[in-house]
């Protein structure tokens, strides 16, 4: 038998995930799709929105890592 057989890959994969210190991961009606510090699908209801680069310059100066809307990666 497997000690871990209970468990899904889902579970497996959130456990040995890094830990974001952005708040939208706990909340259960996020307002945003994507987290802008690590990218993750924090809001699944959220449409995925096609953003210009005018939106995108808007979200790096506001030091966003990742774009809330398409989850496109702002910052490397």
């Known amino acids: 038998m497997q000690a ?3 468990v ?6 959130t456990m040995q ?11 259960s ?5 994507y987290c802008p510090n690590c990218g993750e699908v924090v809001s699944a209801n959220i449409i995925v929105k ?3 680069e005018e939106e995108h310059a808007e979200s790096r100066r506001r030091r ?9 990666q702002l910052i490397k």
């Open 4 to 6: 871990f057989s209970c």
């Open 8 to 13: 899904n890959r889902e579970e497996i994969s």
């Open 17 to 27: 995930r890094k830990w974001c210190p952005n708040l939208n991961h706990r909340r």
């Open 29 to 33: 009606n996020a307002p945003v799709r």
């Open 50 to 52: 096609k953003c210009s």
């Open 64 to 72: 966003n890592a990742y774009c809330t809307d398409c989850g496109a």
